[in-house]
């Protein structure tokens, strides 16, 4: 190992639709920021990036547009994604960050069904945003890793991912994908969901973001004994008036239900496709569950009753990504067989 990679470091980031979390090798988890950027149009300045422009969304003049630079967790919007990542890195790392003396090494988790294309796309906006190498991490890969699986072992371990804009579903063993599925439906898909419930019960138009809130407080895939409500502000879409309605639970139970109902095929899609003796593992073991949209009130129920197999919660099931690829990038040496080779030109 020279000087410079002994003075440099290895970053991880979970770079995801809805959050991008950052990984410090040898300190952990340092950053976790909205994935959204606030840009003035006509001079593409940034205004604000992370928290304080998911604030200002749905707030803003014609002047100033809000950009999600990542859809179904891929690069929608190369250049500000490269913002995205160079703003954060230069957070975590000082002064000097990406564009200084030392550029560190960046370990990225992607969803396992993006094409060959998107995953240079990944790469060039990281070598652009100034890092002297960028490598790439399947997300149900780091996510079991983050979990705590024993991936390395010889037994069926499997995790279901339900981020914002992906749900990977994998089978691992001996540090390699088995059996992987991965759709295109996830959180963003249940924002909308909700968002087109009120449209079409209430005749109420929210934000796509207060459609979120909704979901975080009420949202539910499984019928519970408790019924909680939420009081909603919107445009009424009939007298165009400020409008405020009330929503139960077990109305989000019913506006999510196709998406869940994609989530659970995509479960059972993988089952049918794993080897009869990691299947058997998964048995005993059970299905692990990680991602933002796995904290929906009943997932684990949901996806249980669904396939007849034990469902377990991950500890830190938003962390899980940020926390394994920040494992291989502290562990290169011994991990990078569990790191993409990606055609770079």
């Keep these: 190992m020279g000087l410079f990679d002994r003075f440099s470091k290895d970053i991880a980031i979970d770079l995801g639709t809805a959050n991008t979390l950052v990984y410090l090798a040898g300190k952990g988890i340092m950053l976790r920021e909205p994935s959204i950027i606030a840009l003035r149009k006509e001079t593409d300045?940034?205004?604000?990036?992370?928290?304080?422009?998911k604030k200002m969304a749905g707030r803003v003049p014609d002047a100033i547009q809000i950009v999600r630079p990542l859809k179904d967790g891929v690069i929608a919007n190369f250049e500000v994604t490269r913002k995205l990542i160079e703003y954060l890195v230069n957070k975590v790392g000082g002064r000097k960050g990406l564009r200084g003396f030392i550029r560190p090494r960046l370990i990225l988790g992607i969803p396992s069904g993006i094409t060959e294309v998107e995953m240079r796309a990944v790469i060039e906006a990281a070598i652009q945003a100034g890092a002297r190498e960028a490598r790439l991490v399947q997300e149900p890969m780091a996510a079991a890793i983050g979990?705590?699986?024993?991936?390395?072992?010889?037994?069926?371990?499997?995790?279901?991912?339900?981020?914002g804009g992906t749900c990977e579903v994998a089978v691992i063993s001996?540090?390699?994908?088995?059996?992987?599925?991965s759709?295109?439906?996830?959180?963003?898909?249940?924002?909308?969901a909700v968002l087109q419930y009120l449209k079409r019960q209430y005749n109420?138009?929210?934000?796509?973001?207060?459609?979120?809130?909704?979901?975080?407080?009420?949202?539910?895939?499984?019928?519970?004994?408790?019924?909680?409500t939420a009081e909603i502000k919107g445009r009424d879409l009939i007298t165009g008036l400020p409008r405020t309605v009330t929503m139960t639970s077990e109305e989000t139970r019913i506006a999510l239900n196709d998406v869940l109902i994609s989530i659970l095929d995509a479960v059972k899609a993988t089952l049918e496709v794993t080897p009869p003796d990691l299947a058997a593992d998964i048995i005993d073991r059970g299905i692990f569950l990680a991602g933002g949209g796995s904290l929906l009130k009943g997932m684990d129920?949901?996806?249980?009753?669904g396939t007849g197999i034990l469902v377990n919660n991950a500890e830190n099931p938003v962390l899980c990504v940020a926390l394994g690829a920040g494992k291989i990038a502290e562990n290169?040496?011994?991990?990078?067989?569990?790191l993409l080779k990606v055609k770079y030109f």
């Design 174 to 181: 001996l540090n390699g994908i088995v059996a992987k599925t």
């Design 183 to 192: 759709i295109r439906v996830a959180g963003d898909e249940m924002n909308e």
């Design 301 to 305: 129920k949901y996806i249980s009753e």
């Design 332 to 338: 290169i040496e011994n991990l990078w067989p569990l």
């Design 204 to 228: 109420l138009l929210v934000g796509i973001y207060t459609a979120e809130e909704v979901k975080i407080e009420i949202g539910s895939s499984f019928p519970f004994d408790e019924i909680r």
């Design 147 to 163: 979990a705590d699986l024993p991936v390395g072992e010889p037994t069926g371990n499997m995790i279901v991912d339900v981020g």
């Design 45 to 53: 300045e940034v205004i604000s990036i992370g928290v304080d422009a």
